[in-house]
């Protein structure tokens, strides 16, 4: 049959590079979608001509691309056959007795369609509050009405906009069009390739991790404090930090960090602060914040407090500032030549880099359902951005998710290095060959990644590409930085959303400003760091020793990409540039959520970012 297959090529005007290893493939493919092999040269064919492809050497990289493409017709031609209603008979009894749908569900790749389900889709009702958020209120439904990922009738439904345009719904049902149109798809390429530049420090690779000690971690800690102390003298506003655990009468500014007092959750009789080894000794003191009119506290986080202790053991406070200026203040950790190195790069004399205009895709994982690893969201999303071509594509991971339940019951027979390289590596080789030399691709590592180092930060591992990818295909660690088109874009992977969600105490008079998503996502940038909660959640991997910058934000970003399970959003961020809130920076937070949720699919944010807030448009699509 290899040698009719190979006839059937060659009849249409194609020849094999790896014979051996592609009619293999080949003859797999026959036997799964029971095709002969004059068929499968006319399906090629047609393949060849929707994409473009150069030549007529078919190579083994145009596999992985071809199998996606009968998985597809496969799919739609169930769908046109199973429109009616099935009518059983006493066959399908005698089939179902006899578990012969289980085997057949073995032999044919992909899922079968059985019935017609409508897609749920979650709306909400989009306002634009006075300081430039905005907020969704989202229905709640339960899990048992997400729509298997095979079953869907839609495949993308706008659920949030921001700054929404005129012709936004123009441009959906322009792309449901071309979802149905069978001749060949015309492209149209980018204008031109964005830049890319990585900033930021990372932990070196194979670097020896988790050796911390305690005395690691306090010194970590102890120079956080110190670094924010000397932010509050450089801003002029403050006088210099005073002893909070020394009984007077006299009131005092203080530069200290949020603890408990217990192994409990952070509440208003349980707050302790704790002070820098320069001003206090690193000793702890009660904190009292009966008299705060408004507070919003979680462990670790370091805050100026103006009050006094008349007796020694109680701190009673009466001013608290959360926010840290972002000012050109000496790192305390480098020695003078250092600093002022460090300085000149993240402060350059030239000013003319200005943000400019950007559009992308945000996307985070898992990439594929749960009931299967055939990582169909992810094709779904590559062809979505083969439509709307967008000049960055940022995808986050868990890339091979750890919690997905072939992996962690160890049933798949392949390594996960493997898993990585076929189901998304080659899916990514085979867009950005059909994009052109203007495509690019950002990825970011996750700690529930199953074959990364399980620590954070995270270094560069397991996204290590192979040579010719480097250049389109980009690696990034986790927290990670860079710089596309001059727009400053910071992302996280870790779900710092929700654990400071379930750590957060707060005290909000002012029913307006009750934006609880975006309060947790400014509070890393009050905090200028990426993961400001300690002690960490029990499933981060923390390691302060390993690269003591990595999770510091030296610059208010244009772009915060923070995925979370919290429900995804897009809001505008106003940060305070210094302590007397004169100057304000606006900072785009986005969380896409997961591409894939369940057996079925998840949401994703398309973003064109201009430099002014105004004309900056994205929306949240749901698959």
Known sequence: MEEEILEAFEKTGFSLDEEDEILKKCLTLCINYKLGPSDLASSFEVYFLNR????????????????????????????????????????DVDMILNNEQEDAKETIVGTPIKEQEKLYSETSDLELGENGTTSGKQSRVATNHITPFGQRTNKFTVQFTLNKLSDMDGDIKKQEAVD???????????????????????????????????????????????????????????????????????????????????????????????????????????????????????????????????????????????????????????????????????????????????????????????????????????????????????????????????????????????IFHMEVVRKLQDHVNYMGSTARVVLVPSIRDAGHDFVFPQYLSMLKLIFFLLIQIMSLQNPGTFDANQVKVGCCTVDILKQLSGEEISRIPDRSSRDRLGRLATHLLSQRSFYPLFPPSEDVPLDLSLAPKALQISSIPDLLILPSDLAPFVKVLSIDESSNGVEQVKCICVNPGRLAKGVGGGTFVELNFDVSNDRTNASIIRI
Not at 70 to 89: F, V, W
Not at 312 to 324: P, Q
């Open 180 to 418: 149905n149109e069978d001749d060949i798809i015309r492209r149209i390429q980018p204008s031109e390739a964005c830049s890319f530049e990585v900033q930021g420090s990372q932990p070196e690779h194979s670097c020896r991790f988790m050796y911390d000690s305690v005395e690691d971690k306090f010194n970590a800690l102890d120079n956080r404090i110190k670094r924010h102390a000397a932010a509050f003298i450089a801003s002029g506003l403050h006088e210099e930090p005073g002893d909070p655990t020394v009984a007077s009468q006299k009131s005092v500014f203080s530069v200290g960090m949020v603890c408990c007092d217990g192994d409990g959750h952070l509440n208003e009789k349980s707050i302790l602060l704790q002070g820098s080894v320069e001003y206090s000794g690193g000793q702890q003191v009660r904190l009292d914040i009966q008299k705060l009119p408004k507070f919003s506290f979680f462990p670790g986080q370091v805050v100026g407090i103006e009050g006094h202790n008349p007796s020694g053991h109680c701190f009673i406070a009466s001013k608290v500032t959360d926010s840290i200026p972002f000012l050109a203040t000496p790192d305390v950790d480098l020695p003078p030549a250092k600093r002022q190195a460090t300085d000149q790069e993240l402060h350059p004399i030239n000013s003319s880099n200005a943000p400019g205009k950007l559009s992308l895709l945000i996307a985070s994982g898992p990439f594929t359902t749960t009931d299967n690893l055939l990582y169909e969201p992810l094709a779904e999303l590559l062809a979505y951005s083969s439509r709307m071509q967008p000049q960055l594509l940022v995808l986050m991971g868990p890339f091979v998710d750890s919690e997905h339940p072939e992996i962690k019951i160890g049933t798949v027979d392949r390594s996960f290095n493997s």
């Open 52 to 91: 473009g492809i150069d030549g007529t050497v078919v190579q083994n990289a145009h596999m992985e691309g071809f199998l996606l493409y009968l998985q597809n017709e496969q799919k739609n031609a169930m769908i046109k056959e199973e429109a009616h209603p099935h009518i059983y008979s006493s066959n």
